[in-house]
């Protein structure tokens, strides 16, 4: 049964691990009521983390934090402390009651009574971690770097990269902004906000595949979620094989704000931008092709006649057997910051995606969009690289444990 | 500087108090909060409260006192209590919950004249263990609070003839005009300042004229409405000379002057002494790490040490209280401890790390080291606050 931790506070000077924040939770125990209203609600426990299959809820925060922890071992405390949070919420139920001896234990956003309402909180680490401060550098998974600037980028380092990243979606943005507020409570000590970006997924319109703030269905030959086999192959990181043992089941975590130049893509022709991206603006359907989900055919227009060479979907997914293990998750949200000086809106995609190695699939993609026509109407500001750590084995189990093994 | 909202415990509103107790199994307290409301009053306490099992209880409880009415819970043999109902109107029906050891309890209303009233002692068993119970506390009075506020009044007291003497120093420095002597001088004074900050509440207006910060989007060194410290500092950092630092260091002498002809006769409500611990840190996390308070000498990180000393002070006070009652008593202490040795270590011999200077990761520790403080020193506040007069047993 899932339990509530008390929303213990101070997180430093006091290396209350789970057992601890157990025992203060005991005195909810019976009180964790699963919300039985009609809200989804993910197990939290599992070989991975929820979040990367799930399907993308409406409402989405990125927040990548740095660790001020001291040493190794209030790191471990900060992964416990945001597994407990992360427990508590995504199950729902009814908050701690600490009567008077402090203020309430949860801010009440949500109501007395926590619902799940489709709460995912997927931690994932960067490669900042694994550096000499908290003597991890031994298992950083295989692959994981810093991302680089790639030719076309506008990267402002101050909204790049992180020690943590927390992805938080859920069908509500409300939940979405009770479940941070409620984990950085917890874990004030521990870690610090690097950037933030939220995000929202539109509903379909009118049908099919959420469009993007350019106006076109985007993910439409995302890979299916329901075929493990594929997963195995495409998202999930595996021991062995140069990567740490402890990295069964992750995934490595690409996540690039990317800033939409919509005022100009706005005054560029339709015709213009359906070869761009290679797509029909109104269907979605390739170009080659009557409905959204048509396979784009490519090998019957070699010289790019119907689909462009450059456009957007050919480059990055040739459907060749040579890139066909390249292919990753997406699971992108659109956002919507505000205004530049020159009156422009700041408006873009989170481009999210997990895959089970980021040079042969992600970096193999975006070297090949190198220069792609699109570029000028779009220009990726912020973002990183991170590792999806696996999932919660059962209720003892905590988020990263097998790092501190 | 913002003061918490407060409001006064209203010497507790005749409770009439119907206490309508459902013990609720796990998982079904919404079964509890439909159970049926008993009427409470300041003549029949919960009397309808008769047993059963501990663990999560829920009490739904309806004001039959015609008038206002405060209830509470308490534990019979500790006195802890587990949860007030206070503003509680005439005729309306609340529900509160209490996660309850086996044990013996009762409910106590108090009305506006009559009170505290105890209902029957309630007798539960079969509940939760002792180390699943909820925490009560054993509420604090004005009576505890009354020689806390006294005492630490008698210690602002002590610091204000060296406030003003620190004064005298930076009037006679600033004849020559900005110089680093003068600044030294300034930052001496305004740090002194900063540790009395539980006081603020006291100070009333007196502080207006004495710490007012810039306001934003204006230059402090033209701005009219500005006096006091960060006038000063305005005007010394931007090189202004004798002839306008004279007058405003006057000004400044003249408003400590009448902080210390009047602060002894000041009434100082007791409850300030927790709310100061605490928000002193929220004032120093808003406004010296936002660093909206510059006014040019960039010395916002010696403020927020200074801020910490006066947080450590006032909770110094508080200690009698806390030690029975707060089980991160000690951890609370160790994160001003830490915040301080944080925030020390941009002490360059008096001359300060500028906000803007700190690396990304410097002001990460910063942030961290304090709102950890911030946040345990949340509870000071809460478990300091003055309940349930007559509530102890």
């Known amino acids: 049964m899932n339990r509530p931790i008390v929303g213990r506070r101070g997180f430093l000077g006091g290396l209350?691990?789970?057992?601890?924040?157990?025992?203060?939770?005991?005195?909810?125990?019976?009180?964790?009521?699963?919300?039985?209203?009609?809200?989804?609600?993910?197990?939290?426990?599992?070989?991975?983390?929820?979040?990367?299959?799930?399907?993308?809820?409406?409402?989405?925060?990125?927040?990548?934090?740095?660790?001020?922890?001291?040493?190794?071992?209030?790191?471990?405390?900060?992964?416990?402390?945001?597994?407990?949070?992360?427990?508590?919420?995504?199950?729902?139920?009814?908050?701690?009651?600490?009567?008077?001896?402090?203020?309430?234990?949860?801010?009440?956003?949500?109501?007395?009574?926590?619902?799940?309402d489709g709460l995912t909180v997927t931690l994932s680490v960067g490669a900042s971690l694994f550096d000499a401060r908290f003597g991890l550098s031994g298992v950083k998974p295989a692959k994981l770097s810093t991302m680089p600037a790639f030719p076309n980028d506008a990267l402002d380092r101050t909204i790049c990269d992180g020690d943590l990243l927390l992805q938080i979606c859920a069908d509500n943005q409300d939940t979405v902004v009770h479940a941070l507020r409620e984990i950085a409570r917890a874990t004030r000590g521990g870690m610090q906000v690097r950037w933030r970006q939220d995000g929202f997924v539109s509903p379909p319109r009118p049908s099919g595949t959420p469009r993007n703030l350019m106006g076109f269905k985007d993910g439409t030959s995302n890979l299916s979620t329901s075929d493990a086999k594929l997963m195995d192959q495409l998202v999930w990181t595996h021991a062995g094989r140069g990567e740490p043992a402890w990295a069964e089941g992750g995934s490595y975590h690409v996540v690039r704000v990317i800033r939409m130049l919509v005022e100009f893509w706005d005054r560029v022709n339709l015709r213009e931008q359906e070869n761009m991206i290679g797509r029909r603006k109104d269907t979605g359907a390739p170009q080659s092709g009557t409905d959204e989900f048509d396979t784009p055919d490519f090998g019957s227009d070699p010289e790019g006649e119907v689909i462009q060479k450059g456009a957007h979907i050919r480059l990055?997914?040739?459907?060749?057997a040579q890139t066909d293990n390249q292919r990753?998750?997406?699971?992108?949200?659109?956002?919507?910051?505000?205004?530049?000086?020159?009156?422009?809106?700041?408006?873009?995609?989170?481009?999210?995606?997990?895959?089970?190695?980021?040079?042969?699939?992600?970096?193999?993609?975006?070297?090949?969009?190198?220069?792609?026509?699109l570029v000028d109407y779009i220009s990726p500001v912020g973002g990183g690289y991170f590792f999806a750590l696996p999932g919660v084995k059962d209720s003892a189990d905590w988020l990263g444990s097998a790092l501190f093994t | 500087m913002p003061l918490r909202p407060r409001y006064r415990h209203a010497f507790i509103a005749i409770v009439a108090l119907s206490a309508g107790a459902a013990s609720a199994a796990c998982g079904s307290d919404r079964a509890a909060s439909s159970a049926k409301a008993m009427l409470v009053s300041t003549a029949r306490c919960g009397d309808d409260w008769k047993s059963g099992p501990g663990g999560v209880t829920s009490f739904t409880m309806t004001n039959n006192e015609?008038?206002?009415?405060?209830?509470?819970?308490?534990?019979?043999?500790?006195?802890?209590?587990?949860?007030?109902?206070?503003?509680f109107g005439a005729n309306a029906t609340v529900t509160e919950q209490a996660t309850l050891a086996d044990g013996n309890y009762q409910l106590v209303c108090s009305g506006l004249e009559t009170g505290p009233v105890p209902g029957t002692t309630v007798r539960v068993t079969n509940g939760a263990s002792l180390a699943s119970a909820e925490p009560g506390i054993v509420p604090v009075t004005s009576n505890d609070l009354l020689p806390i506020s006294i005492a630490y009044k008698n210690w602002v007291t002590a610091q204000l003839p060296t406030l003003r003497e620190q004064i005298s120093t930076l009037a006679d420095a600033v004849k020559q005009g900005p110089t680093p002597a003068a600044k030294a001088d300034w930052l001496?004074?305004?740090?002194?300042?900063?540790?009395?900050?539980?006081?603020?509440?006291?100070?009333?207006?007196?502080?207006?004229?004495?710490?007012?910060?810039?306001?934003?989007?204006?230059?402090?060194?033209?701005?009219?409405?500005?006096?006091?410290?960060?006038?000063?500092?305005?005007?010394?950092?931007?090189?202004?000379?004798?002839?306008?630092?004279?007058?405003?260091?006057?000004?400044?002498?003249?408003c400590v002057d009448n902080l210390v002809r009047q602060f002894p006769d000041a009434e100082i409500d007791p409850n300030d002494i927790?709310?100061?611990?605490?928000?002193?840190?929220?004032?120093?996390?808003?406004?010296?790490?936002?660093?909206?308070?510059d006014a040019g000498s960039h010395t916002n990180l010696a403020t927020v040490g200074a801020n910490i000393v006066g947080s450590q002070k006032a909770l110094s006070f508080l200690l009698p209280l806390l030690q029975s009652r707060y089980p991160d008593l000690a951890k609370t202490q160790d994160a001003l401890t830490n915040a301080a040795r944080v925030v020390a270590a941009f002490d360059h011999n008096g001359s300060w790390t500028p906000l803007d200077s700190l690396t990304r990761a410097q002001r990460e520790a910063v942030n961290a080291a304090l709102d950890n403080a911030v946040e345990l020193l949340a509870s000071v506040a809460a478990i300091c606050d003055e309940r349930l007069p007559g509530a102890q047993s």
């Open chain 2, 188 to 254: 001496t004074a305004h740090l002194t300042y900063e540790t009395l900050g539980a006081a603020y509440d006291a100070f009333g207006d007196l502080d207006a004229g004495i710490d007012s910060p810039p306001a934003l989007g204006v230059d402090p060194v033209t701005a009219e409405d500005l006096t006091g410290f960060h006038k000063i500092e305005a005007l010394l950092w931007s090189g202004a000379p004798a002839a306008k630092l004279t007058p405003a260091v006057a000004d400044l002498a003249s």
């Open chain 1, 16 to 116: 209350a691990g789970v057992g601890a924040a157990a025992a203060l939770g005991t005195g909810l125990a019976g009180s964790a009521l699963a919300a039985d209203d009609a809200s989804a609600m993910y197990a939290f426990e599992g070989p991975h983390q929820g979040g990367i299959l799930t399907p993308a809820q409406r409402a989405a925060a990125f927040v990548a934090f740095d660790a001020t922890a001291a040493d190794k071992a209030e790191l471990a405390d900060l992964f416990q402390e945001i597994t407990g949070r992360a427990r508590f919420l995504i199950a729902g139920g009814t908050p701690a009651n600490i009567g008077l001896t402090d203020s309430p234990s949860d801010n009440g956003v949500l109501g007395p009574v926590v619902p799940g």
């Open chain 2, 66 to 87: 015609n008038t206002a009415l405060s209830v509470y819970l308490r534990a019979t043999g500790s006195g802890k209590v587990y949860f007030e109902v206070e503003g």
């Open chain 1, 316 to 320: 990055a997914n040739p459907r060749t």
């Open chain 2, 274 to 293: 927790a709310l100061r611990a605490h928000e002193i840190i929220e004032n120093a996390v808003e406004f010296e790490l936002n660093g909206t308070t």
């Open chain 1, 328 to 373: 990753i998750l997406r699971r992108p949200f659109n956002y919507d910051n505000g205004t530049d000086p020159n009156g422009n809106l700041d408006m873009g995609l989170i481009f999210a995606a997990f895959n089970q190695d980021v040079e042969r699939q992600f970096v193999a993609i975006q070297t090949r969009l190198i220069d792609e026509a």
